[in-house]
């Protein structure tokens, strides 16, 4: 798998499955089962570090897990988060994007749209790959009032087809939908010629993302609609991966009951 590839995906039809990953003995067992993907996601501030919420990863963190990552998955592409508050501005954005590069990210995530325009576009003037995030943006949970569902209203949704749009006018290679209305996300996949992947975005998207641990049935408190464990039906790490992997391939997952 590599950033070429990604349009291929899109242009055959076939889904692009992703999970997170944060340590090299996960991620060589998602790179041994053929995940299309990992993402050393700043859910690291969940998962690993026990965290209410993102906002307490720094760029350290995300080094230190990238370069673990980077030994386990060879074969996959690695998209690595650019934590809270490190792209502020383009000198800040290209210097660690550039250190995240360094540490074995192929592609480097950034929450938001518009907003950003000028951290997206130093990265496009760097031939730094980039992959959007937009919907729910889990290091604006303040501003958004929690965990809540978005592109609900008009207002929003056109807020989101608008970022993403110009987030794929500034070569962005593939855009992640966080919790989204899966006809929303629809219709934003349907508009562009680069992937969504979608979490919690329903079953239309370019291709689904699950944290790991939610995937294996690890959490701790509410769990979100949109997660499924499968481990359930599974007797090992592998086969579960395996099932994750065959389920979004084949469609089967998301359904209708993991959509909005
Ligand atoms: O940090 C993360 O794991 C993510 C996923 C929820 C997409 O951004």
């Known amino acids: 798998m590599n950033i070429k590839a990604l ?17 090299a003995s996960f991620a060589s067992v998602f790179d041994m089962c053929g995940i299309d993907i990992v993402l050393i996601g700043d859910s690291l501030g969940n998962v690993i ?3 209410e919420n993102t906002l307490g990863v720094s760029m350290d963190d995300m080094i230190y897990h990238t370069q673990a990552v980077a030994k386990g998955a060879k074969n996959t592409l690695r998209i690595v988060d650019m934590p809270y508050q490190s792209y502020t501005n383009t000198k800040q954005t290209l210097t660690n994007a550039k250190r995240l590069i360094m540490a074995g990210a192929q592609m480097v995530k950034l929450e938001g749209g518009c907003e950003h325009e000028a951290s997206f576009k130093i990265l496009q003037d760097n031939d730094i790959s980039v992959c959007g995030h ?10 958004m009032g929690g965990y809540k569902v978005q592109g609900r209203e008009k207002q929003s949704a056109d807020k989101i087809t608008k970022d993403a749009l110009a987030l794929a006018s500034w070569d962005v290679k593939a855009i992640v939908l966080e919790c989204i209305p899966a006809e929303l996300a629809k219709q934003v996949s349907q508009s ?11 079953v239309n998207c370019d291709g689904q993302v699950l944290v790991s641990h939610d995937m294996l049935g690890i959490h701790v408190g ?14 090992d790490v592998k086969s579960a991966v395996s099932a994750f992997i065959k389920a979004v391939k084949d ?10």
Request: glycine letters at 10%.
């Open 7 to 23: 349009k291929t995906f899109k242009q055959s039809g076939e889904k692009i499955a992703c999970l997170t990953a944060y340590d």
């Open 49 to 51: 570090q026990g965290g």
């Open 134 to 143: 937009l919907g729910l943006q889990p290091q604006s949970v303040i501003e």
């Open 192 to 202: 562009l010629s680069i992937p969504t992947i979608g979490i919690g975005a329903g």
């Open 222 to 235: 509410h769990v979100p609609k949109f997660v499924k464990n499968f481990l359930t039906n599974n007797d």
């Open 251 to 260: 469609k089967s997952f998301p359904s209708r009951q993991h959509s909005y």
